[in-house]
């Protein structure tokens, strides 16, 4: 299965699964109204039905808006896109330019000093917001950035699933000046 296939199917597993304590509970009160009666299952069987084709829209929208963010940039788009802590490298980018760039940024709050540079990365329009931290490694002349979608972000929230993907991708973008 490609990485792509794998990101639409973990999200469509865990968007079903977020809502399936919704579902029982509306198929409960169904039957408590009308009692167990074949309209009632009918009524349940369409319900289940509905929140599935739900559940793939809104996996293969997502799925699409994150391969989208990504294209061109080199970051990877797998399943491990929706985790909490996103990582990639760059070549070539001084730590001097890094803090330049983030000060400028308006998305970028906090900015620190030192290496590593640490900061907060709005990847909404929203107060919500990543912990991101840029370390430069002299040795190599790589910038390695990881991005953390804490308690600010609201890692657990349905509609942020993949929010420190995107930020990694608007930070990488950021950096790279495109």
């Known amino acids: 299965m490609t990485p792509r296939r794998r990101l639409f199917v973990r999200l469509l597993r865990s968007t079903f699964a977020d809502f399936v304590s919704l579902m029982l509970t509306m198929c409960v009160i169904a039957f408590i109204d009308d ?10 069987a369409q319900l289940g039905l509905v929140w599935l084709l739900l559940s793939l829209l809104w996996a293969a929208w ?7 963010v990504a294209r061109g940039l080199g970051v990877e788009v797998s399943a491990n896109a929706l985790n ?18 983030l000060d400028l940024a308006r998305r970028a709050s906090e900015v620190g000093g ?56 608007q930070i990488v973008r950021t950096l790279e000046g495109r």
């Open 35 to 44: 009692g167990i009666t074949w309209s009632a299952l009918g009524e349940a």
């Open 62 to 68: 997502r799925t699409r808006s994150l391969v989208r």
């Open 114 to 169: 030192g290496n590593p540079v640490r900061f907060g990365w709005r990847p909404f329009r929203s107060r919500a917001c990543a912990d991101g931290t840029a370390t430069y490694v002299e040795s190599t002349g790589e910038t390695h950035v990881e991005v953390r979608a804490g308690r600010r972000l609201g890692a657990d929230v349905v509609l942020f699933r993949g929010a420190a993907f995107i930020a990694l991708c």
């Open 84 to 101: 909490g802590t996103q990582t990639h490298t760059l070549s070539g980018i001084p730590l001097s330019r890094v803090r330049a760039e």
